[in-house]
């Protein structure tokens, strides 16, 4: 049976207006940023207790920020630290808390058929999330920032804190970590 | 500067691990950690503690990311829109890209006291131009003889559950529907598909360039092929690909006519 219909993309001429050559090079430039730093900013969002839906509002207001901030010329240095920085200073201004509960512990995926083992990992695992849950906010957030691979010169930025600063909250951090493998 | 016999801090272990210590330091902190046992077991506590806390981080995320295709569509969608609604600085006299801007802050700063005083919170974005990915258009195969035949040319009204099919494709989540038509981008009047591909949320208002505009470039394109004037599938071609484009075009306007809903001349 013949389609009811056909799909216009596939009617000559309408190919060349769609077809990404033809399309502006600077929104495809953003549109590639965001597809490479999305899930980044999103893990970094949730640090201030946005679900993911709310953490995707804020990234679409930080990527158009973007596009304007190209548009108009301005500087392309450190554009992932600009994205870090503008998506804080966003979330900073709707801070929901999360529905999502930092508590569940996702199923382990361990190969290990050691019951044992699994329970062991499963109370670790949950052990340092009630730990990275109780840090104060900006040590866990130069430990987020940090994790998506962001440089203490920038961390310093997005925080707008001292670079001394930044290293102390990422050493403490990490020491109460440390002591949690202890136990 | 490290006293040989006093241990070096957390802090300095970890920029020593991290790179981020000047060379001078660097050095400094390599001199101990050779005669030191305690401080090297101390980074290795504090490696071990980084590579915990990166197996956790990405264990909570890993895979409970939502897709990024309508999130990423709906960008798109809305730099296109920006594209369309405002000339490019650089193209403009400088006084004049200063008038504008200064406008431009009016005008949200007033978008922003109207609305928000009856707005529910939930993502409303002003769409005027639909994605070609998501909404490439599709036609029923009709003849001009079908579509002139047709004596009902009103759009017939989009079952609720195609329309949010249609929000969640476009990222639009929590949207108040009064907000948008679910629009046929090619219309039904046209030989335009009930499908969703045919399908997008066209905003109401905020936008000059609303359903309303666009209905009248319907009405004249479908006069246009009925009397002749114009190929039918040249018509479905046309609105697919850029209907501002095609009203600007037929109406011989950069901006919809006060007729259509646009701004008035006084």
């Keep these: 049976m013949p389609p009811r219909f056909t799909s216009l993309t596939a009617l000559p001429g309408l190919g060349a207006i769609a077809a990404p050559d033809t399309r502006d090079r600077l929104q495809e430039e953003v549109s590639s940023l965001f597809d490479l730093y999305r899930a980044p900013l999103l893990r970094y969002l949730s640090s201030f207790g946005l679900a993911f839906a709310d953490g995707e509002d804020v990234l679409q207001e930080v990527f158009l920020s973007l596009f304007q901030h190209l548009r108009s ?43 044992e083992e699994q329970l062991a990992s499963i109370q670790t695992e949950r052990r340092l999330r009630a730990i990275v849950k109780a840090l104060p906010e900006q040590d866990r957030r130069c430990l987020f920032l940090r994790a998506e691979g962001l440089r203490y010169r920038e961390i310093a930025e997005v925080l707008e804190m001292s670079l001394g600063s930044v290293a102390v909250g990422v050493a403490r951090s990490l020491a109460r970590i440390a002591r949690s493998a202890e136990r | 500067m490290t006293h040989e016999d006093s241990h070096l801090s957390d802090e300095q272990l970890l920029l020593g691990v991290e790179g981020e210590l ?21 980074r290795q506590e504090l490696e071990t503690a980084i590579t915990n806390f990166v197996h956790v981080h990405q264990r909570e995320f890993d895979g409970k990311l939502p897709p990024a295709a309508g999130p990423r569509a709906l960008l798109n969608a809305q730099m296109a829109e920006l594209s369309a609604a405002e000339p490019k600085f650089s193209e403009l006299p400088r006084y004049l890209a200063w008038a504008t801007a200064i406008v431009a802050v009016l005008a949200i700063g007033l978008f922003f006291t109207r609305s928000t005083m009856n707005r529910p919170r939930s993502r409303q974005m002003v769409l005027s ?57 090619v219309t039904p009047a046209l030989g335009g598909a009930d499908d969703i591909h045919n399908l997008w949320p066209h905003s109401h208002s905020a936008t000059i360039w609303n359903a309303e505009v666009k209905d009248a470039l319907e009405v004249r394109l479908r006069q246009m092929v009925c009397d002749g004037s114009l190929d039918l599938a040249e018509a479905q071609r046309e609105i697919a690909a850029d209907w501002i484009g095609a009203y600007k075009k037929y109406f011989h306007t950069d901006k919809p006519l006060p007729e259509h809903g646009g701004p008035q001349i006084p």
């Design chain 1, 73 to 115: 010329g301005k500087s392309r240095e450190n554009l992932r630290g600009w994205l870090f920085r503008v998506a804080h200073n966003l979330a900073l201004k709707r801070r929901y808390r999360s529905s999502r509960d930092l508590d569940v512990v996702p199923e382990v995926t361990d190969p290990s058929p050691n019951p």
């Design chain 2, 22 to 42: 000047s060379s001078h330091e660097e050095q400094v902190v390599r001199a101990h950690l050779d005669a030191c046992w305690q401080c090297r077991a101390r």
């Design chain 2, 129 to 185: 131009i639909p994605d070609s990915s998501l909404t490439p258009g599709a036609a029923l195969l009709a003849s001009r003889g079908a579509v002139c035949e047709q004596a009902n040319t009103n759009n017939k009204a989009v079952p609720v559950a195609l329309q949010r099919q249609v929000f969640d494709e476009y990222g639009i989540t929590g949207a108040d529907p009064l907000a948008y038509e679910v629009d046929y981008l």
